[in-house]
């Protein structure tokens, strides 16, 4: 939770990540409240905000479901074209050991993004060409046999 006192009314600020602290989304509540002291959260979603004045204030947010991927898919990257840095998002069933890497187009592997084992679920790495030249660029998903490829302008 962040506080932000630079107003007159106190904005409180409350980050939830549903991904392993890989990405948060942010929630900002408005309140005439004195300063937060304390804070809860219960398996329901509901938020408990305790504060030096005695009040207890209760905000609820929709917990989101994570879709879970039915397939191996490498989505088209974007923006796309991209100048300087780009998001290159795929998808895992299950548990595998899986590679991402860009290559130029006369095949040459540049960069590897990803080598390792992933458990299931959806990914999204950023990749930055700033040190290379404007062109088209692949970027290669690998799992087990399988290769899925994709244009990067």
Same mark, same amino acid.
């Given at each position: 939770?962040?506080?932000?006192?630079?107003?007159?009314?106190?904005?409180?600020?409350?980050?939830?990540?549903?991904?392993?602290?890989?990405?948060?989304?942010?929630?900002?509540?408005?309140?005439?409240?004195? #300063? &937060?002291? #304390? !804070?809860?959260?219960?398996?329901?979603?509901?938020?408990?905000?305790?504060?030096?004045?005695?009040?207890?204030?209760?905000?609820?947010? %929709?917990? @989101?479901?994570?879709?879970? %991927?039915?397939?191996?898919?490498?989505?088209?990257?974007? %923006?796309? &074209?991209?100048?300087?840095?780009?998001?290159?998002?795929?998808?895992?069933?299950?548990?595998?050991?899986? @590679?991402?890497?860009? !290559?130029?187009?006369?095949?040459?592997?540049?960069?590897? =993004? @990803?080598?390792?084992? =992933? %458990?299931?679920?959806?990914?999204?790495?950023?990749?930055?060409?700033?040190?290379?030249?404007?062109?088209?660029?692949?970027? @290669?998903?690998?799992?087990?046999?399988?290769?899925?490829?994709?244009?990067?302008?």
């Amino acid at each position: 939770m962040i506080n932000d006192n630079s107003a007159k009314e106190i904005n409180l600020y409350l980050l939830i990540s549903s991904y392993s602290g890989k990405s948060f989304d942010r929630y900002r509540f408005n309140s005439h409240l004195l #300063s &937060p002291i #304390s !804070f809860y959260a219960d398996d329901d979603g509901n938020y408990f905000i305790g504060t030096q004045a005695g009040g207890l204030y209760k905000a609820t947010i %929709p917990t @989101k479901k994570a879709e879970l %991927p039915a397939h191996n898919r490498l989505l088209q990257n974007y %923006p796309n &074209p991209f100048n300087g840095q780009t998001y290159i998002e795929f998808s895992l069933p299950k548990q595998a050991q899986g @590679k991402v890497a860009v !290559f130029n187009i006369l095949g040459q592997e540049l960069e590897i =993004l @990803k080598n390792e084992t =992933l %458990p299931l679920g959806n990914y999204k790495l950023s990749w930055n060409s700033m040190n290379l030249a404007s062109g088209v660029y692949l970027s @290669k998903y690998k799992r087990r046999n399988l290769w899925k490829q994709r244009k990067r302008y």
